[in-house]
């Protein structure tokens, strides 16, 4: 049984967060596992105190504690440098993995040959209550490399992956919000392969106030800037600051409005699965927030040809039987 590292920064979490997903760590029934956390809020002395005991209770936990806050890319760099296993899997102190989470991911990945797998999941609030289940089918190979130009695929923390690819790619790189997927561009560019296990694994926690959901604005921009450096085939030649730069002139205005967009396509789509009419009144205040925003246009324009391409793909397969 291979051994797998699992790296998990922290920063502002609950302690129960913090506990509930930890526990689900280490009742994996895969159990080869050492947990490594970064904590990059050290003037959070409650959970300093709560990890330094986490520590000396469990044997394959160990903590890494920032003498000053170092972003997570440098927190993620810094786990990488101290882990041991043959695999190197991320978590967060807000999700829930689910029992048999490396269990099918060491499968996933070995059944396929991969170098990495990344996972669906199930989004929780903030409650530990279930929104939805974002099951689907696997994506491998050829169809991840397409897929990917247009739309992220899986969720960074149901990364797991070899060590080697986190080694030769040199770990993160500083393209703020978006360095998971310039690390799946570049891995790609260098001819490792990539999968997506579509069976979720994970229970990912939806804040209201999380970095993720502050910064969606920048994370887009910088998402596209990195595809198109990838479809040059230059990204892992081109310096994250440039990559970033057309972000950095963004306007409150515009972050304002991308929010209120991103929100409102987000309500659609929570609602669609299980009452499709409330979903569909909710369409025309969407269709008039893209109006107003034109990185809103960007991604729906983005999100339409990803669906044509399936189509014509689909098509294509069924003339051809």
Do not use: C
């Not at 101290?82 to 978590?91: D, H, N, Q, T, Y």
């Not at 929100?263 to 893209?290: G, H, T």
């Amino acid at each position: 049984m291979k051994k797998i590292s699992v790296i998990m920064p922290i920063y502002n979490e609950k302690l129960d967060w913090i506990q509930k997903s930890l526990d689900s760590i280490m009742n994996q029934t895969y159990t080869n596992i050492e947990i490594i956390i970064i904590l990059d809020n050290p003037d959070n002395k409650e959970l300093k105190e709560f990890l330094v005991k986490k520590e000396s209770e469990v044997d394959n936990i160990s903590i890494l504690l920032n003498r000053k806050n170092l972003g997570i890319v440098k927190s993620l760099n810094k786990g990488i440098v101290k882990s041991s296993g043959e695999l190197i899997a991320r978590m967060d102190g807000d999700d829930i993995a689910l029992l048999d989470r490396f269990e099918k991911e060491v499968y996933f990945l070995d059944t396929h040959n991969l170098d990495l797998v990344t996972s669906s999941v199930e989004d929780m609030d903030e409650q530990d209550s279930i929104i939805m289940s974002r099951n689907q089918h696997d994506v491998i190979g050829k169809q991840f490399e397409d897929e990917i130009k247009y739309k992220y695929l899986g969720a960074h923390p149901t990364w797991l992956g070899k060590s080697e690819i986190f080694e030769k790619l040199g770990g993160y790189r500083a393209v703020t919000h978006a360095e998971d997927l310039d690390f799946l561009l570049r891995a790609l560019e260098q001819k490792f392969s990539i999968g997506l296990l579509g069976t979720p694994t994970l229970q990912y926690r939806i804040r209201e106030k999380s970095v993720t959901l502050s910064n969606q604005l920048e994370m887009f921009i910088n998402s596209l800037s990195a595809r198109s450096f990838y479809k040059k085939g230059t990204l892992s030649i081109t310096e994250p600051s440039k990559i970033i730069k057309k972000s950095r002139n963004i306007s409150v205005a515009d972050r304002d409005r991308y929010s209120k967009f991103s929100k409102s396509r987000k309500e659609v789509f929570y609602l669609f699965p299980d009452n499709k009419i409330a979903a569909i009144l909710k369409l025309p205040k969407l269709f008039f927030l893209i109006f107003l925003n034109k990185y809103a246009k960007i991604l729906i324009f983005n999100d339409i040809k990803r669906i044509l391409r399936r189509v014509g793909v689909k098509l294509f397969y069924l003339n051809n039987r």
